[in-house]
Each structure stands twice: as C-alpha cells, then as structure tokens.
C-alpha cells in the first residue's frame, strides 16, 4: 500500500465513522439512540438490514468460496426472500403495533417476565460470545495479509465501532450503514471491473464463465435430493428459510435496523429491498471468485495463497519442490486451458471432448499439488490452518489492482468488519438495558435521559468486551467454532419462542417457558451424546419447543395454565 | 355495524404507495415472482455455462 491507498484507506473508514460521530452526538432521545431516526426511509432501512448481515467475512471468504468450490453456495440463500416476506408481514407489523424497543419486549406482552427474560438470555448469551469474533476473524486475515500488528488491527477498528456506536446509538449506526454499504458496492464493482480488464488478451467475460464451468466452478444450483450433497435448492430453500426466519425476526441486531423508520411501510419496503437485491448480490460476489479462478490459471500464483504462514516454513526442502510442481501443473493447465477454447470453435466434437478431459485433467494435477502443499504444512506444523481459500480475494486486490483501489478496497474490508460489529453492539446495549436493566429498576423507566445513558454505558461495556475477547481469542482459536456451535444449540429455541407466539394463540406463558428449558435440555443431550452436523440442532430445538409448548399447555395443572396466551 | 379500526390496524392495511400496486399482497406476489424467476435465470446459467 502507497500514501495513496493509505489516504483512500483512512480517508474512507474514519471519515465515515466521524461523520456518523458528528451527525448523532446530540442524541438525547431513548427513542432516537434505541431505535433509529424516526424520519429514516426505505432505502436507509434496507441498507443498515443489508449491511448488518455482510461482514468482512462476507467479502473475504465468500468470493474465496467461489474459486474453491464454484458459486453454489448461492442456494443458501434461496430461504431469505421468503423468510423476508414472513417478517414483513406477521412480525414486523407486530414489533410496530406494540411499539417495543426490543423483540424480546414482545415475548414479555405475549406470554410473561420470565419468557421475556429467557429469550433476552438467550440472545445475549448466543450473540454476546459471538462479538469478540466479528472483529477477531477478519482482523487475522487483513494483519497476516497486510503485516499489521493484529492487537492494533483488533484495538483500531474496536475503538472507531465503539466511538460512533455509544455516541449516536441505532441512528449513528443506521447513518453510517448506508455510506459504509455505498463504498462497499462502489469497490466490490471496482474489483469486478479490474478483474474482468486483467484477464488475458482474447478472453472474454464468455470464454472465462465456458472455462470456470468446465473446470466445475459455475453450477448454481442443484436440484439433487442427495441429502449428502451440502449445497442443494431444497437445502437452501428449506434450510435457508428457517436459518433467515430466526436471524431476521429474532435477532435483536436485525429487528433493531427495521422497526424503527417513519412508517410501517418504509419498514417493510426495507425488507423487500433485501428480499429482491440479496441473491443477486450474493451471486455476483461468488461469480468474482469463480472469475479468479479462471484469472489464476493464466497469471502466477503461490501454491498456497496464505503466504505469511507458507513463509515460516519456506527453507523446507520439500516446500521448493513442491513450488516448481505448481507452476509446471499450471503452465500445462493454461496450455490445456488455451487448446480447449480453440477446439470449442470448431465443429469437431470429438476434440472438444478431447480437449476438454484433457483440461479437467490438467485443473485436477493443479488442485492436487494445493493439497500437497497443504498436506505439508500440517506436517510442518499441526497448528497450521491449511484453508487458504479466504486468503484469495485479498491477495488479488494487494497484488492486481491499481494504486487507490488497493486502499479502496481494504477499506470495504474494514467497512464490513465495522458495520456489522456496530449493528450488534447496539443491539446488546439495547437488550441490557431495556430487558435487564429496566426490568430490575422499574422506576427509572420514565427517567429518558438516564435510560439514554444507561444505554451508552452497556453498548461501551460490550464493546470493549468484545475488543478485549478478540485480544485473546488468538491463544484459544477453538474458542471460534465453539461460539458458533453454542449460536446453533440456542438460536433454535430462541425461534420456537417466537413461533409458538404468533401462530399458538392458545399457548400461554408458563407452557412455553417449560417447553423453552426442556428443548434446551433436549438439544444440550444430544450434542453431548451424538456425532451430528451442529446446524441441525437449530431445527431440531425449534421443533422441540413448539411440540412441547402444545403437549405442557394441555397437561398442565390449571395453577400454571392461569396465565393463558394472550392475543397481541 | 363495523368496528372501527385503530391506528395501528390502520397503518398495516395502508396501501404500499408503489405504482402499478395496491395492496401488500402484490408486493408480496411480486417478491415471490421474483425469487422464481431468479431461481430460473440461474438454472438457465448453470445450463449454459456448466
């Protein structure tokens, strides 16, 4: 990076963050900090809803997804437009008819305190852990990348999210959502336009899609009902649908982004906006990978893209070895690559068929001198993470683009990491202090200003919770998966409360708050019993709350069933 | 004799002020439409590319 990139770079991140700073330091009202501008419209709304769920991650691994395994990862996200559709009309109408802070709030009037608390639990519980992580994972990969000090990547980035966040609240977030998304879209277009510019003379955005879905990088959906297959249109629309029902209707850093605005209505055309823009956007970012791929094939690359780690045991023997074996594999791909498109234009099917199993067979010998030198590495070291795939995307921007896009584009990097930590900070601040805090001093409720700064004191405290993990989640790296196998084994729960209390009329709050405990139960045995993929676990705790909210309420001792369901 | 409607009952039975729809069923329609002719478009891309 140059002083240019370095002045488009900071420019961009702290320019943005002042500017949500400056805009929103006069925020006094609860109202405003908890729930955003009141005068916030559709296209504001539907950026902050767009921004709170593309994290860095979003732009680091996924288009590294794409070169790895092709776009079908795309049908992941078959579920959300309907899951969209269900939140805009049955809970969001509700969260605005109740007129509450927080989605747990709602759970308080429809059944009772306690389920209100456990689902706030819950949510604090599940996203709280997860915080350290959404600065931890892409601070690794820019500080490896970039030769950063990772503790001042993790304190830089934590402390900006942290300023903006307290001070403005849901509106600083809601405000700088919407520039952080405009500069995102403005480099992921950028990075396209280069890419597609770079590919070799004669090879067209056509020829590259032909050779990306020859190679196998380019089948977006599969309709097999192999239920070994990870990525299927039925797992996606089924899968995808419940996973989007559970984050966007009861996830607090979600329902914060939508049910404020000016209207019902601008809430929900928010909502439609993602419903319509996500798998298109989704698709385009994959495409960039599967358009690396085919870039890679006819410029150098290292072996193994996370070079940083590749280094430390480069004056290995077999590493040398293993380098040369890499660039013959690919200059025989490219020549196979070549043969292959010239044969497509003649009318000899015979040697296009040659040419094109010759091809696969040259991309094949590549891929396996990856695995080689992956394999080599775990040798080397077994704490090494062999999955260079995230490392990609980033290697081309620091290696292809121009001077000024390079900052641009570590800036979109940036951006994400912010506007998704941002969105869930406020949320834990709101959740604190309206399901916890308030609950425990009912009287201070109708003290504004101190509820506001009450608010501001537990967003910091999560803030620097987080930023104080992610400092140490290096030493226990495992730590990561686990956090996301606890997300699995409550957010499942968490969904069965809100389903059984918009479609159970009849459900009353002790009847759920029992089945709650026991689908918990339930789900904490079978993970420490059985060997399944934890994301079932999310399907399994909803089903299980939902059934045993029906049974307990019509079993029951007439005592716990006085508190009836209440229509909201 | 029909009860009136309160506020918020008022709100949610607003039209959705988009041209060429008048109630939120057709924006919700639309949607729908939309996420299967995407879903087309991409079988379609899939068997062309791969």
Known sequence: MNVADWIVLLGTIVGIAAYGFWRTRHVRSLNTYLRGSTSAGWGTIGLSVMATQASAITFLSIPGQGFESGIGFVQNYFGLPLALIIVCAVFLPMYRRLNVYTAYEFLGQRFDKKTRLLGAGLFLLQRGLAAGVTIYAPAIILSTVLGWRLDLVIVFTGLLVIVYTVTGGSEAVALTHKWQMTMISAGMVTALVVLLLRLPEGLGFTDAAHVAGALGKLQAVDFSLDPGRRYTVWTGVFGGLFLSLSYFGTDQSQVQRYIGGASLREGRLGLMFNAVLKIPMQFVILLIGALLFVFYQFTAHPVFFNQAEWRRHADDGRFAALELQHADALAQSQSAIRAWLQARTSDDVAREASARATMVAANNRTAAVRAEARVALAAADPRTKTKD????????????????????????????????????????????????????????AADEGRNVRVARRFTAMWGLFAVAFALFAGFAENLIEAINILGSIFYGVLLGLFLVAFFLRRVGGSAVFFAALAAEGLVIVMYLSLNIGYLWYNIIGCGACVAFSVVLQAVLPPRLRAHEGRPV | MTRARRPDERAEAEPPDIPGFRTWRGIYLFVFGWFVLVVVMLTVFTGIFS
Do not use: C, N
Request: aromatic share 12%; charged share 10%; net charge neutral.
């Open chain 1, 389 to 444: 795939s995230d490392y990609v995307f980033i290697t081309f921007i620091l290696t292809q683009l121009p001077h000024g896009t390079i900052g641009l584009l570590v800036a979109v990097m940036f951006a994400a990491a912010l506007q998704s930590k941002a969105a869930e900070l406020a949320a834990l601040g709101t959740t604190t202090t309206i399901d916890f805090w308030r609950h425990f001093r009912p009287l201070a």
